[in-house]
């Protein structure tokens, strides 16, 4: 048996969003809160599959670190890092490149709609991202991810990757991961287009709510929520139809612990012009002090640094002799 440990990895590919916070982030938190082991990595080796402006890199990766704290993450108890200082992770993602087949890879919706049509000019490094993603997870053994729906599918990966590893070699090396994928908030939706995902690497979308937006910024974005013209409805069968009153009931749910359930039982038959204020003041309320924080934060990007790297000695404590025993089973 494996024992429990937690990673999981957020990409410094531009400022966190409130669907990284909902899906990912704040659930984070929790987890460490529960006393399980985990490990949390700024994935900015994912993030050069799209082009990157160095000089903002490196800022979006300090902010990012900030993001996770000023949300709770503490780095004495988690182990927060960035990817790039810890080579085991690209070490085993080649012998994942070697393990992976081109049919499982090519199967990957995330990079069908990342390259859209024009899959010829994008980078190889896209193509391979879940192969890297599995190596970022299985370079810890762990048992264990928290993410948001968007990732189940290169979760899936990882487990198919594992698995004919530990076949090909005849070993029990790896751990089948389980992935986490629980909250009312798993997939927040744009709130321009309730059928698109919100993204930090969308630059398109403007619709966004961003941990560095200031409250007046937060409400002026729900209040231009896209939205239809009916009240809620008083039961959640209701909402089928209707993904952008979902997203917003969802999103409240989230924020405020409850469940979809239960913000219908509290507004149901109420028109968006009173639950959208409700809902602007309710994220105001939870994501301000973390905007304060993270301000405050990275007034010291030295001390982020600091706290990286720290992080990154513990993080290659864990995979460096793990990824060396690997080495020895392929024979190398
Ligand atoms: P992005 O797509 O915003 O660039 P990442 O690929 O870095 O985000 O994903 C970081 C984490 O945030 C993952 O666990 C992912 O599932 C989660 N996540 C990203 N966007 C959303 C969203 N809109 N709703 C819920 N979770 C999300
Ligand atoms: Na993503």
């Known amino acids: 048996a494996f024992a429990k440990r937690i990673f999981s990895g957020i990409q410094p590919s531009g400022g966190l969003t409130l669907g990284n916070y909902l899906g990912a982030l704040k659930r984070f938190v929790e987890k460490q809160d529960e006393g399980i082991e985990t490990v949390y990595c700024l994935v900015d080796m994912h993030a050069i599959t799209v ?32 990817q790039s200082q810890v080579t085991a992770h690209v ?13 499982w890879m090519s199967r990957m919706t995330q990079f069908k709609d990342k390259a859209g049509k024009n899959s010829e000019n994008v980078s190889l490094g896209l193509f391979a991202y879940p192969s890297l993603m599995a190596a970022d997870i299985m370079a810890y053994k762990a048992t ?36 986490i994928i629980e909250g009312a908030a798993t997939r927040v939706m744009s709130l321009r ?24 910024t937060i409400s002026k974005k729900i209040r231009k929520a ?19 009153a979902r997203n917003l009931v969802n999103i409240y749910a989230a924020l405020a612990g409850h469940t979809a359930e239960q913000v219908i039982r509290d507004f149901g038959g109420a028109q968006f012009g009173s639950f959208k204020p409700a809902l602007a003041d309710l994220a105001v309320a939870k994501l301000s002090p973390i905007t304060t924080e993270m301000s405050r934060l990275m007034q010291d990007p030295a001390e982020i640094d600091r706290i990286l790297g720290a992080g990154s000695e513990r993080a290659e404590a ?11 089973i392929v024979g190398m």
């Open 226 to 244: 896209k939205t239809d013209p009916e009240p809620l409805p008083s039961e959640l069968e209701g909402l089928k139809d209707r993904p952008e």
């Open 144 to 179: 264990h991810v928290p993410v948001g729906e968007d990732q189940k599918q290169h979760l899936e990966l990882t487990r198919d990757i594992a698995i004919k590893f530990n076949n090909d070699y005849g070993v029990n090396f790896f751990p089948i991961v389980e992935p």
């Open 51 to 82: 082009w990157q402006d160095p000089a903002k890199l490196r800022q979006q990766t300090r902010e990012a670190a900030a993001g996770f704290i000023a949300a709770g993450i503490d780095p004495s108890r988690s182990i927060l890092f960035n």
């Open 91 to 103: 070490e085993l993602a080649w012998i994942f490149n070697c393990v992976a087949r081109m049919g």
């Open 193 to 216: 287009d309730g059928t698109k995902k919100m993204s930090k690497s969308d630059p398109s979308d403007q619709s966004r709510i961003n941990l560095t937006d200031d409250a007046d």
């Open 318 to 328: 864990i995979a460096r002799p793990i990824v060396d025993q690997v080495y020895d």
